[in-house]
């Protein structure tokens, strides 16, 4: 079993910044991948960024790349999601969520534990 809560959401101007973090328990933490899910009204929930277990491999979706990084620190079993250069349709839930099977994925699905989310809002 892994724990999974984010913080760090909230209301931004667009051209903003904001620093998402998400703590986890229960596991290794420095075992298993982490990853970054948002879900705005009435949309799928779509793939932000993931890292692996040591950081040293990052991925990010086309829309983030550039202006989101992922990081993690295993010493305080936490990763982050740094977020400049907010956009009103960065606007959603942004969830956390941890992966225990390689490879890296960027699909929901494969991620077995899950955060409640927090929420991001990018004001124009």
């Known amino acids: 079993q892994v724990q999974v809560v984010e913080s760090g959401g909230g209301l931004v101007q667009a051209g903003g910044s904001l620093r998402l973090s998400c703590a986890a328990s229960g596991r290794t933490f420095s075992s298993y991948a982490m990853g970054w899910f948002r879900q705005a009204p009435g949309k799928e929930r779509e793939f932000v960024a993931v890292i692996s277990w040591s950081g040293g491999n990052t991925y990010y979706a086309d829309s983030v790349k550039g202006r989101f990084t992922i990081s993690r620190d295993n010493a305080k079993n936490t990763v982050y999601l740094q977020m400049n250069s907010l956009k009103p349709e960065d606007t959603a839930f942004y969830y956390c969520?941890?992966?225990?099977?390689?490879?890296?994925?960027?699909?929901?699905?494969?991620?077995?534990?899950w955060g409640q989310g927090t929420q991001v809002t990018v004001s124009s």
């Open positions: 969520a941890a992966d225990l099977n390689p490879p890296l994925s960027n699909y929901y699905d494969d991620y077995e534990y």
